[in-house]
């Protein structure tokens, strides 16, 4: 090989080296630092992430950018992690939404206005000691007991799956008799693929019942066409007779969904208190200091054009009775089992 | 006057111009397996450890890093004139921030490479010649619970370029090898502001094709990045199979509802034989 072939040789080895090099195991390196996490830069992203994606504003009329100049004014240097998270706690308080929450390693910040304040108006020890008894069955996350030719179904979180299987022994219970309870106080949601498939047990046809939209874009305006939501008939054993669903305040989120599912079936009845709402899908982010959020993204409208977020109305309210209570008896149940009769 | 006025001003952004180019796509790739005379075609099998690091502003902007495996089978095809690589590959990784969030990714795509001799020989030298990425890209954060499985689709065309540089040492064969590519016109298919669907279920519709046409937006130079660099090294053995020692980095940047980023290193292992 001669000088000049040698040199050829040795030259392309270094572009080659030289080409891969920059790349070799930096690649975190070439992409942008993580933002600042300093208590301004935190505040900052969180205020703007909520400003161009929460959807309801409009809803709740709430003043986004007053409620920002309230809470930048307690945000300084060198403050603490408690002490800024109780001021993004607090300035996040002001949505008035139970699926907003800041978590960090040592706290959860929430709103629970949605039921606080309001009677309980259900009592477990009452359900588990008369009504649903010692011979109950317990149908996947679905506790259920025939009470005077009535089935009664009590369902304690949509987040517990309900598969199809769960769903044909409840259906074959439930055939022949008067009516079905379902009983979804204090269910503070979960899955909306479980209210849909409990829902579809007593749909005879298919029935829109609501309509949402979706934030698209960070201006205020910037949504998505309003999407019907609807729940079709299952496929397999349904039932055709009444049904009452029991919901109060603390029936949140996929039960307000579910309530309203039934609430379009000329069939079905909601006996209780209004549901806390929990009308917007949650979207979730993180800060720049690895702290976590969420808050509401969509907006749902009934058939009637009310917000589910506001909470879904009963047909026929009822309060549990302090008296009848300290005697072991629910006054909304028993309303429902009236019914009926 | 910049390339989005250019394209706006020949109204093939909302027209199904786009729709078409995807469904002509086919025909490229059919175009450049067309050749005569002397054909040397070889399967390749590569295995590898991927570095990767990637940023979704729409779960969180912090970078998320990590490693993961991939999996590489290709196929070349040379002639005289040029010379194809038709690259199939699957990646999976497990990224985690610095706070320890952790989401995994998936990605499968195939890249399409032609290059022309010009005349040279086709084992050495540089050749020039043009590439095709097509990937899927899957998202999973493990802490969120809706909009999650964010993804992204890419189809882009570039030049790409080959330099061969076979070499002799201790009395054995060896070569080395660099494959450098850079995607500039293409289309790209993306999880939106908030949710993880694409652009088109969020406005009406009249569904399918339609809904596929309003999700699908254009990819140049400014809005979308992809650039490859692929060195490697083979020795020759003497059944006459190849054995590589490669590197493949690869970035990207997608300007969508929000800046996506990625930088990808992997780490292969590789053997090559004739058909």
């Known amino acids: 090989m001669n000088r000049k072939k040698l040199y050829k040789v040795v030259l392309a080895h270094v572009i080659m080296l030289g080409s891969a090099l920059p790349f070799l195991s930096c690649e975190k390196h070439l992409l942008a630092p993580d933002p600042p996490a300093d208590p301004g830069n935190v505040f900052e992203y969180l205020w703007e992430d909520v400003y161009k994606r929460y959807a309801l504003f409009e809803v709740k009329d709430i003043d986004w950018v007053a409620v920002g100049n309230t809470f930048r004014t307690k945000v300084h240097p060198g403050m603490d992690d408690q002490a800024l998270f109780s001021v993004l706690s607090d300035m996040l308080y002001e949505l008035r939404d139970g699926h907003v929450n800041l978590t960090s390693s040592f706290d959860r910040s929430r709103n629970w206005e949605w039921f606080q304040g309001h009677l309980p ?32 179904v009590n369902y304690r979180s949509f987040g517990d799956e309900i598969t199809q299987s769960h769903l044909d022994q409840l259906m074959l219970r439930a055939e022949g008799l008067k009516g079905v309870i379902i009983d979804i106080r204090h269910n503070g949601g979960g899955s909306l693929q479980n209210a849909n498939r409990l829902a579809a047990c007593f749909a005879d046809r298919t029935y829109v019942y609501a309509h949402d939209r979706i934030k698209t874009g960070p201006g205020p305006d910037d949504f998505s066409h309003w999407r019907p939501l609807s729940v079709a008939p299952r496929q397999g054993m349904r039932f055709g007779g009444p049904v009452v669903v029991l919901v109060n305040r603390r029936s949140y989120s996929a039960s307000s969904f579910f309530a309203q599912m039934m609430r379009v079936m000329p069939h079905a009845v909601l006996i209780g208190d209004q549901t806390g709402g929990g009308g917007g899908i949650p979207v979730f982010g993180e800060l720049p200091n690895g702290w976590k959020y969420r808050f509401s993204s969509t907006q749902t409208l009934t058939p ?9 109305p009963v047909d026929i309210r009822r309060n549990m009775q302090s008296i009848e209570e300290l005697h072991g008896i629910d006054s909304i149940l028993e309303t429902a089992l009236d019914w009926l009769r | 006057m910049n390339a989005v006025r250019v394209f706006k001003d020949i109204n093939v952004f909302h027209s199904g111009f786009h729709t078409r180019c995807i469904l002509l796509m086919p025909l490229f790739f059919l175009y450049s397996f067309i050749g005569v005379g002397q054909v040397n075609k070889r399967l390749e099998l590569n295995a590898g450890l991927l570095v990767s ?7 969180s902007p912090l970078l998320f890093a990590g490693t993961g495996i991939s999996g590489y089978a ?4 040379e002639t005289e004139a040029k010379s194809n690589l ?9 990224l985690n921030n610095r706070f320890g969030s952790g989401m995994d990714v998936h990605s499968a795509g195939i890249m399409v490479f032609h290059f022309f001799h010009d005349g040279k020989e086709p084992g050495k030298g540089l050749h020039w010649g043009w590439s095709n990425n097509n990937e899927f890209s899957l998202r999973n954060n493990e802490s969120v619970n809706n909009f999650n499985n964010r993804f992204d689709y890419v189809t882009s065309f570039g030049p790409a370029a080959r330099f061969r540089h076979p070499f002799t040492l201790f009395g054995r064969s060896f070569s080395i090898q660099a494959i450098a590519h850079m995607q500039l016109l293409g289309f790209v298919m993306q999880s939106s502001y908030v949710s993880q669907a694409p652009k088109g279920y969020e406005v009406e519709t009249v569904g399918g094709l339609d809904i596929f046409r309003r999700s699908v937006e254009w990819f140049y130079p400014g809005r979308a990045w992809n650039i490859g660099v692929w060195p490697r090294l083979q020795y020759q053995l003497e059944t006459g199979n190849l054995l590589s020692l490669g590197y493949q980095y690869g970035y990207s940047r997608l300007d969508g509802a929000h800046r996506l980023t990625k930088s990808r290193g992997n780490w292969y292992l590789g053997i090559q034989a004739g058909l």
């Open chain 1, 304 to 312: 009637e054009g009310n917000h589910i977020e506001t909470g879904v």
């Open chain 1, 121 to 152: 108006n259900y009592n477990q020890s009452i359900i588990e000691n008369r009504y649903l008894g010692t011979s109950f069955r317990i149908t996947g996350p679905l506790l259920n007991q025939v009470i005077d030719s009535v089935l009664y």
């Open chain 2, 74 to 77: 290709a196929y070349s095809r």
């Open chain 2, 86 to 94: 038709v690259d199939v590959f699957y990646a999976r990784s497990s």
């Open chain 2, 53 to 59: 690091a990637e940023r979704d502003p729409g779960f």
